[in-house]
């Protein structure tokens, strides 16, 4: 999903009992104003995500732990009208910024990396670290496995929203290409 869908997700576009997502907005902030829930980018874009059982227990324990975190703070849960039912809010229920979300990868990944330095110098080698990443890295990291794993593009269209199937083709044909020169290999083998 594109991060501004998964900032505009509520709850109610979650199906626990289908295990389905349903994509049907983006967040938009616009300068000077608050928060809304906008249409998707595109009309291909309003869709249905299958949902992985691990998934469905991280969301899960996210909504627990949401609800706790609401009554807790009483008053002080403050989201913004017509966004109270938001999956991912800040501390304080307001919708996330999309830098906001890329901020918080680039503290994670630096703090994997100073770990990792520190793993490295006692162990007397030279650290791998991790370079950072924007959200959309992992919309595109998730279509290229998939696409590795042999997940027909016409599946992988339709789980990223693409309006044709040459989008997905056009922003992914390296990982075909390589799958191309993977299956010849395959059948050098009967030669």
């Not at 990792?116 to 290229?144: G, L």
Request: net charge positive; glycine share 6%.
């Amino acid at each position: 999903m594109r991060i501004g869908e998964i900032n505009a997700l509520e709850w109610q576009d979650i199906d626990f009992g289908k295990m389905e997502i349903h994509v049907n907005g983006t967040m938009i902030k616009v300068a000077g104003k608050d928060y809304y829930k906008g249409p998707v980018k595109k009309g291909k874009s309003r869709r249905t995500v299958p949902m992985l059982p691990e998934i469905a227990k991280r969301l899960r324990n996210h909504k627990l732990e949401q609800a706790k975190l609401r009554m807790m703070l009483g008053d002080k849960w403050d989201p913004v009208k017509g966004l109270e039912h938001l999956v991912f809010t800040t501390m304080f229920g307001k919708p996330l910024m999309t830098l906001s979300v890329g901020r918080y990868i680039n503290s994670t990944v630096n703090a994997v990396n100073r770990e990792e330095e520190k793993r490295a110098k006692k162990e007397h080698r030279k650290p791998k670290i991790m370079e950072t990443f924007c959200p959309h890295s992992m919309r595109h990291t998730f279509a290229t496995r998939a696409l590795e794993r042999g997940i027909p593009p016409k599946v992988v269209q339709s789980y990223l929203g693409h309006s044709t199937i040459d989008v997905t083709m056009n922003i992914y044909t390296h990982v075909t290409a390589e799958l191309e020169r993977e299956e010849i290999r395959k059948i050098a083998n009967q030669f």
